[in-house]
């Protein structure tokens, strides 16, 4: 009987013992896992405070000579564009207020020039090229933009507020693959004509284009770029340089071609064009001109006509019938070091035999920083129907900063 209760008390005990035992066991558990959790959460905190002071090191300002630094260093390969060196340094963002950016920045040519004519005196002096002061901003929208271009550069030709401001517009881009643009700017009269000053191959630009373009005139453009086709077709006053108030209506219009444009570069980029100028100014007036542009991996050529019957360029009004045209080839025998020679026929007047111009241009670029910092050495020969052969030596710089 004995054996029997001993028996069953040990029976009874066991589930009362290992349930005694599992709580333990949970307890124990339980305990480990708040400690490993406390302690993964202070190791959390202290690598958040870590990653947080490396956060905070990563986006101190830099320091003005590590900027200038920056800058020594800076290889600006593209020349087909004007990037100022100082670009990124210069340019101001802004989270309130009208102006997403703003980009003030200034560009400077000068160059020496000695002419040694036939039979006549040689002449050697140092001539401010242009300076001009360029504004420009994007609006908080970032579809629309302006330029505002000031022109101090020392002249005799004009009144000098007539020649003071430059570009004055404002575009937008809302418009896909367009770009519209109101105010005072430079059309699209011949390719060269409408070229930025910052970007042309030579010091002196050709005879069609010193003639029939490179002028500015108020009134609206609307510019379309596709893979195939650009074009920029302007409706303006024909007044040039404010001299006075709108003197009549004026078209400019201009369309490209570009054939190869899907081929990636494999075959170059070939670009044939052309348009024309109309208007009234004084009289009735009109330009026509065709283009021709290819360039291969470090080579390019380009050819441009031009013919008018009365035109109305930097000169002011011209009644005279005219033709020209050039051709340059150019070769960049390193990214830097470019040669390039050009021929450039023009006859001022048609009605006149044996009038033309002819100069034949042999030039250098070397391009320090891009377009941005940029020696020029140019040497041309002018051969004349009427009046005596000169030659002329120009050293340019230009600085875009």
């Not at 066991?14 to 302690?39: H, M, R, S, T």
């Not at 009004?317 to 470019?338: E, H, R």
Request: charged share 25%; glycine share 8%.
């Amino acid at each position: 009987m004995k054996r029997i209760i001993v028996l069953l008390i040990l029976f009874l005990g066991i589930p009362c013992f290992g349930e005694v035992q599992e709580e333990e066991v949970k307890e124990n558990v339980q305990d480990a896992e708040e400690e490993i959790f406390l302690e993964t959460r202070i190791n959390t905190l202290d690598q958040v405070e870590e990653d947080s002071t490396i956060k905070i090191e990563i986006k101190q300002e830099k320091t003005l000579a590590e900027k200038l630094q920056e800058l020594y260093n800076l290889e600006i390969e593209r020349t087909d564009v004007a990037i100022p060196l100082f670009n990124e340094l210069t340019t101001m963002h802004f989270e309130k207020g009208p102006l997403k950016s703003f980009h003030p920045w200034l560009a400077v040519q000068n160059h020496g020039r000695y002419d040694f004519n036939e039979g006549e005196d040689n002449d050697l002096f140092y001539k401010i090229g242009l300076i001009n002061v360029n504004l420009d901003g994007v609006l908080k929208s970032g579809q629309e933009d302006f330029r505002i271009m000031l022109n101090p550069t020392p002249q005799n030709q004009r009144p000098f507020m007539q020649n003071f401001i430059l570009d004055a517009y404002i575009a937008t881009n809302r418009i896909p693959h367009h770009r519209v643009i109101l105010g005072n700017t430079r059309p699209a009269i011949g390719m060269e004509g409408a070229q930025s000053p910052y970007t042309l191959p030579f010091i002196n630009r050709s005879q069609i284009s010193r003639n029939f373009g490179t002028v500015r005139k108020t009134g609206l453009r609307v510019v379309g770029n596709y893979d195939f086709v650009d074009y920029d077709l302007g409706i303006l006053s024909s007044d040039t340089y404010f001299s006075s108030f709108f003197p009549g209506v004026e078209f400019d219009g201009w369309i490209n071609f570009k054939p190869l444009a899907k081929t990636g570069g494999k075959y170059g980029k070939l670009v044939t064009g052309g348009g024309i100028s109309a208007g009234k100014r004084d009289s009735d007036f009109f330009v026509t001109g065709a283009f021709v542009g290819y360039e291969y991996k470090r080579f390019s050529t380009r050819f441009e006509w031009a013919q008018s019957n009365g035109s109305n360029g930097a000169t002011g009004f011209n009644p005279n019938k005219a033709t020209g045209f050039y051709s340059t080839v150019a070769y960049k025998i390193t990214q830097k070091l470019q040669v390039l020679f050009r021929y450039d026929e023009f006859n001022p007047n048609t009605d006149i035999a044996h009038n033309k111009k002819r100069e034949y241009t042999t030039g250098i670029n070397y391009f320090i920083k891009g377009q941005a910092v940029r020696l020029i050495l140019n040497y041309i020969f002018c051969q004349n129907d009427i009046g005596p052969n000169s030659h002329r030596i120009l050293v340019g710089t230009q600085f875009l900063i």
